[in-house]
């Protein structure tokens, strides 16, 4: 058998690029912008492995790539694999977990006291030339600390945030969590909610689930209803996580105080989106793992997956649903 034959479809660093050129035969999209689909299909067509991250693999995808073995995703979500596909034609995914978690969990606090705080709203405020008297109190924001932290999906970066929350800001930090975590509960001081209570109760609530059938809009206007007037709801796990709409209709009518979002259920985000009208919601480009070092790590992790699988091992993060 010759070299595996790969192809990687988001840019990487050069070492990552010079490590997968080491194991296989590589061909690479190296523009910043999404590699088109036709671009796309006819490369992958004699192709054993693909590295992409968050393209989406469907049936079309797996249809124009006979060869496949393995898709590596360079994100921790793979919410972009059509996994009864992949499954039917025994294709193996991977994704990249654990490196990110400190990186996004920075980046929900920094989302979780923007919100609280007021402060990229503030920030314009002052540059707009409107600071001509000392703060009144049109201009208070409300606490993050003492206050209580609600975590729907309690994972690994859910962990992460818990311990900042905790011990950081002396949050009080309940979850939900298809299961309970004994250990961290122990650990942090951390207690287990039932749903709807976490949404009575928590005054920020961080949706952190990964989306898949049985979280697609989790969050609705019933659970919008249930929350505290006065909470913020951040999200940093995937746009399809809540309704939109229903969240913009909870914003406009009060229902809650703010929101601050990492991620939407399109993206980019469309510019006429009413949620980029709106002064008490903090909105970013889905920069969760964004910081160089860690993706980096993410686009290495992802190399190493991707090497593995064409080899014929089991690679170390292979997504659990597609390995027998
Ligand atoms: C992931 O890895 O799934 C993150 O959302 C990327 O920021």
């Known amino acids: 058998m010759g070299r595996p034959k790969v192809y990687i479809a988001n840019k990487v660093p050069y070492e990552v690029e010079e490590?997968?050129?080491?194991?296989?035969?590589?061909?690479?999209?190296d523009k910043d912008e999404e590699v088109g689909k036709d671009e796309l299909f006819n490369k992958i067509s004699d192709k054993n492995g693909v590295l992409l991250a968050g393209i989406k693999v469907d049936e079309e995808f797996i249809d124009a790539a006979p060869k496949l073995?393995?898709?590596?995703?360079?994100?921790?979500g793979y919410n972009n694999f059509n996994l009864d596909a992949m499954k039917s034609r025994n294709i193996i995914g991977t994704n990249t977990p654990n490196v990110l978690n400190n990186?996004?969990?920075?980046?929900?606090?920094?989302?979780?006291?923007?919100?609280a705080r007021r402060i990229t709203e503030m920030d314009k405020y002052v540059k707009d030339g409107n600071w001509k008297a000392p703060a009144d109190n049109s201009l208070f924001g409300v606490d993050v600390h003492n206050s209580t932290l609600g975590i729907i999906g309690m994972g690994r970066i859910g962990e992460v945030v818990a311990k900042r929350a905790k011990l950081g800001f002396d949050?009080?930090?309940?979850?939900?969590?298809?299961?309970?975590?004994?250990?961290?509960?122990?650990?942090?001081?951390?207690?287990?909610?039932?749903?709807?209570?976490?949404?009575?109760?928590?005054?920020?609530?961080?949706?952190?689930?990964?989306?898949?059938?049985?979280?697609?809009h989790l969050i609705d206007s019933k659970e919008f209803n249930m929350m505290?007037?006065?909470s913020i709801f951040i999200n940093a796990s995937r746009g399809s996580t809540v309704n939109e709409k229903a969240l913009i209709e909870a914003l406009q009518n009060k229902k809650i105080l703010g929101a601050g979002l990492d991620v939407y259920e399109s993206e980019p985000i469309e510019i006429d989106n009413l949620l980029l009208k709106m002064d008490n919601v903090v909105t970013l480009p889905h920069l969760g793992s964004a910081t160089e070092r860690t993706r980096s790590q993410m686009?290495?992790?992802?190399?190493?997956?991707?090497?593995?699988?064409?080899?014929?091992?089991?690679?170390?993060?292979?997504?659990?649903?597609?390995?027998?």
């Open 19 to 29: 490590y997968i050129g080491k194991h296989c035969d590589y061909e690479k999209w």
């Open 103 to 115: 990186t996004v969990a920075d980046l929900i606090f920094g989302l979780i006291l923007a919100s």
């Open 69 to 76: 073995k393995v898709v590596s995703n360079a994100t921790v």
């Open 299 to 324: 686009a290495m992790l992802a190399a190493e997956n991707l090497v593995k699988g064409v080899l014929g091992e089991v690679p170390p993060n292979a997504v659990p649903e597609l390995i027998k």
């Open 171 to 216: 949050m009080d930090v309940i979850y939900y969590n298809r299961n309970r975590k004994l250990e961290i509960e122990e650990e942090l001081g951390i207690e287990y909610s039932d749903f709807e209570d976490l949404l009575k109760k928590s005054d920020f609530i961080l949706l952190m689930t990964p989306l898949n059938n049985e979280t697609y």
């Open 228 to 230: 505290k007037t006065t």
